[in-house]
């Protein structure tokens, strides 16, 4: 085989190589390009999941903000006859406690029924449970009550639904269940599900509910002796009329 000959064959194994790595390196580069496309699509689907979530409970807090301030507005003032007029605040727009929680418990049913799954709906269920329960509406507010602690145990507002649920639970026949329930949960060292001085408040308001007036009284000596900051103290002081030894 002359020179000529070989340097043709070295040459053309030469352009086939490069053919094949140019070849790979397109193969790489689409495959690199997928790959690239493919992150930047999930981060993308990721920020969209968060923006849309993100502003669905901004739009769900509003709407429970706004429920909320409807639950918390004052009165229209009847004008008395013979009376001048009086400035309304501005704020008025109901007439009666009726026609205001009526308005209020539908925006709550609202935030329920567009936002489900939020923070706000929660809270709005938090909400619909108080109001049940003042309409005496025991089952509801229990029911809702209990489903919310069920689902969200370590939710901020638990312990809020826990002793509403306890105090609805003692003015609605079942003192001597949670007065056996709560001096269990007192009798524990730590890993309580209420703080002490609120279980003691309870325990005390569940011996009043059954005629044990030194039950009750004792457990108010105990929210002042072992919490004397507590927001429930001055209320204990009162019931035990200063004597707290």
């Known amino acids: 085989m002359d020179r000529q000959h070989r340097r043709e064959l070295k040459h053309d194994r030469f352009v086939d190589e490069i053919g094949t790595l140019s070849f790979k390196a397109r193969q790489n580069q689409r495959l690199l390009l997928a790959l690239t496309l493919g992150i930047l699509a999930v981060g993308l689907i990721g920020f969209g999941i968060y923006f849309y979530r993100s502003n669905r409970e901004q739009q769900a807090q509003a709407a429970l903000g706004t429920a909320i301030d409807v639950v918390d507005s004052p009165l229209i003032q009847p004008v008395q006859p013979g009376q001048p007029p009086q400035q309304q605040d501005p704020r008025a727009r109901y007439r009666t406690d009726a026609e205001r929680n009526k308005a209020a418990e539908d925006q709550f049913h609202a935030v329920q029924k567009n936002f489900s799954g939020t923070d706000a709906a929660d809270v709005a269920n938090l909400y619909l449970a108080r109001m049940a329960g003042s309409r005496g509406e025991a089952a509801t507010a229990k029911k809702l009550l209990q489903d919310f602690i069920n689902e969200h145990p370590k939710h901020v507002l638990v312990a809020a639904a826990r002793y509403s649920l306890y105090q609805m639970r003692i003015d609605n026949g079942e003192a001597p269940q949670v007065v056996t329930e709560l001096n ?36 108010y000596r105990r929210i002042i002796q072992q919490f004397p900051d507590s927001p429930y103290a001055l209320e204990a002081q009162r019931r035990v009329g200063g004597a707290t030894t």
Do not use: T
């Open 184 to 219: 269990q949960e007192l009798a524990k060292p730590d890993n309580q599900i209420l703080p002490g001085d609120s279980m003691l408040a309870l325990l005390a308001h569940a011996y009043d509910v059954q005629g044990s007036a030194d039950k009750s009284k004792d457990a």
